[in-house]
């Protein structure tokens, strides 16, 4: 537990570096697309839509009668959006020690740097839309406090 204390405290002396990396690592991440950083936003938002359109509109499929939502898109959008943003934060964390290596060996950089920057740069693209969703599933679920309970989680995270 103690090494975990003082990476944190080494990413806490460096948050400003932190910060710094992971505003170029957003706009690294889309630089040659043709919308730029606007694309780290819309590919997601599109493929929710496409779960919407497919499973509400076009087959109007429904769950059971004892299900907390009746669309079969709407529990998929809540479900994929997260799965989404966890995917994109642990795959790309995981390999960006080794996207890095340069770096890590010409300067003497503490290797904590590079997984927060690569995570914090997903969080940067999927908080929003995650805080977004919830915020339009409270008033659906009359404002139960899991619902609720989920803004903080996400806030923590920034």
Known sequence: MGTFFTELAQLW??????????????VARYQGSAM????AYIQPLLTVAAYYLVFDVVFAMRLGEHAPTSRVGTYLIVGSLAWMAFCDAFGRGTSSLLDAGGLLQKNALPPIIFPARTVLASTVVFGPMLLLLTLAYAPVHHFALPVIAVIPCYCCRW
């Open 13 to 26: 002396r460096l948050r400003s570096l932190v910060a710094v990396l992971t505003r170029r690592e957003v």
């Open 36 to 39: 730029g950083v606007l694309w």
